[in-house]
């Protein structure tokens, strides 16, 4: 039985919500900087830690450097392969002055980022060390999302296991401020149209130049102001969104054109963590079939099976 999982009201904590949305891209912008460009920007993204969120190792020159949003002892860490380390406490300030702690740390420890200081993917697009509006900062709704991550990164890891095609990492975005996994046909995808807010087309267009089945988590926005799962195919086969799903309470948004399942119904159910398997297995059933998508040569492989098998054994002997 999974140990409880958090609840998550977007009404709860809309504001603080709206300032880590901002600082994940300010962090997220400098590993964008630096880093070689890596296929459909998994180079720019964030990962879950042990402790909050991650850029992981960024490049720079012959040595790296991390950036790491501690959310246990509410600082942000600063660390480079030379020795260098810095932090400041996560609290409640302007964008403008979190963009400049940022910065200034950065060139404090040797480590030049230069960016396009303007948020993407949100409506309001004022640059950050423009925007010297007060803001919100709640560390304990920070914590608390934080320990959402945590579990559904969990289940989204066991998740992606099964597949033995292309398939992403499970990572955050912090454009569109989810967390995600995305598998792939193998076949090209018709162009993209783009005109997604704030974020050029090109970049759309590369994210989906082939046919994907994807799915994710979002704490949610003021055009949807719930926690939710969601799945979707790029391009959407016919029928996709008439297509059964194995989970009573999900249902196809038409606007979104995307599967969604409530946070709060895989929270309350028997067991959040099958629940959510059950969901994200059944959406891409369907994308997968629908898409024909040659399953035999993309899913689970045979040397999975016999380490499954290996390990029960064991734990049968033990």
């Known amino acids: 039985m999974d140990t409880e999982w958090p609840s998550l009201d977007y009404s709860d904590w809309i504001e603080t919500c709206k300032t880590l949305h901002l600082w994940t891209q300010i962090v997220g912008k400098v590993r964008l900087s630096k880093e070689p460009w890596t296929n459909h920007s998994w180079h720019s993204t964030l990962y879950v830690s042990s402790r909050g969120l991650t850029t992981s190792a960024i490049s720079n020159g012959q040595k790296t450097f991390s950036l790491d949003f501690d959310f246990i002892n509410q600082s942000?860490?600063?660390?480079?392969?030379?020795?260098?380390?810095?932090?400041?406490?996560?609290?409640?300030?302007?964008?403008?002055?979190?963009?400049?702690?940022?910065?200034?740390?950065?060139?404090?420890?040797?480590?030049?980022?230069?960016?396009?200081?303007?948020?993407?993917?949100?409506?309001?697009?004022?640059?950050?060390?423009?925007?010297?509006?007060?803001?919100?900062?709640?560390?304990?709704?920070?914590?608390?999302?934080?320990?959402?991550?945590v579990r559904v990164n969990n289940v989204f890891k066991e998740f992606r296991s099964g597949f033995v095609g292309k398939c992403s990492p499970v990572h955050f975005f912090w454009g569109s401020f989810d967390l995600a996994v995305t598998r792939f046909s193998g076949r090209r995808a018709p162009l993209h149209p783009g005109h997604i807010t704030h974020l050029p087309d090109r970049v759309v267009r590369e994210a989906y130049s082939h046919e994907v089945s994807s799915c994710g988590f979002w704490p949610g926005n003021e055009a949807y102001p719930h926690s939710a799962f969601y799945s979707y195919a790029y391009p959407e086969p016919t029928d996709f969104s008439k297509a059964e799903i194995h989970s009573s309470s999900a249902f196809y948004h038409p606007n979104m054109r995307e599967f969604v399942l409530s946070y709060d119904d895989v929270r309350n159910s028997k067991n959040p963590s099958q629940t959510l398997l059950t969901f994200l297995q059944s959406t891409y059933d369907a994308a997968a079939t629908l898409g024909l998508w040659n399953r035999d040569l993309l899913e689970e492989s045979s040397y999975r099976s016999i380490c499954q098998l290996d390990k029960m054994t064991k734990n049968l002997n033990e």
């Open 76 to 149: 942000l860490l600063i660390e480079s392969s030379d020795g260098g380390y810095l932090n400041f406490p996560l609290q409640a300030e302007t964008i403008s002055q979190f963009y400049n702690r940022v910065m200034s740390s950065l060139h404090e420890l040797r480590i030049e980022a230069v960016f396009d200081p303007h948020p993407n993917e949100t409506p309001d697009n004022l640059s950050f060390p423009e925007d010297f509006r007060a803001r919100i900062y709640n560390p304990e709704r920070a914590y608390n999302f934080w320990q959402v991550l």
